[in-house]
């Protein structure tokens, strides 16, 4: 059986090959090595054209939103926060439209980190632009691992059981869930690290990253979804 075809989102950066610098499509090895461990073939989407999102869906059989610099506030009507990085607009809108018609098409998709934060600004969600000061601590953004409470009725739960420890700085959360979805995965003070899409044969999203270290269990779930 061929391998099912797994999109993975880039940005566009700076990069150097060589003498030369030029912008480049840019992924961190982890999500394509992730995906070929799980038994899936790896594709790389640039953030181009809007006209190119149904050709990759129909294309594939399953989709990687990559983590990232924050999305922009502009798409759940707030501002720009100075504690954060700058947005990448292009990337921003580009991947809720990639988002969006992957759900329409029934596609599997997973959301990492940033993808989760996709995925709830492209259902009409909404987040929490400095978490720190919305639940008066910084322990969201230290390197520190901690655990993840996870429902087991859950795709996320099925995969890795009720809970998960996890080390993955972030400074912004789900505030308003977006349209279908449901948290299905907690800190120690209820913010939000896991979502999923009711409904929808395969759409969560979560807070860390799982296709970093040797648990590649949600990454094999998302590849399995490919193949059903």
Known sequence: MPRPLIGITTYFDAARW???VREAAISPPAYAKAVDKAGGAPVLIPPLSLGAVDGYVRGLQGLILAGGVEVDPALYGEQWDERV???QPRRDRFETALANAAIEAGVPVLGVARGMHVLNVALGGSLIRW????VHHDRHGQTAPHVIQVSVSSKVGKAIGD??????????????LGAGLIAIAWADDQ???????????????????P?????????????EAALA
């Open 211 to 223: 296709e970093r270290g040797d648990d590649n269990r949600l990454v094999n779930a998302l590849v």
């Open 85 to 87: 990085e700058e947005p």
């Open 191 to 209: 913010i939000v690290e896991g979502v999923e899409l009711q409904g929808h044969r395969f759409c969560v999203g979560v807070q860390w990253h």
């Open 18 to 20: 060589g003498t030369w």
């Open 131 to 134: 978490l720190p000061e919305a």
């Open 163 to 176: 809970h998960i420890e996890v080390a993955t700085p972030h400074h912004q959360a789900v505030r308003r």
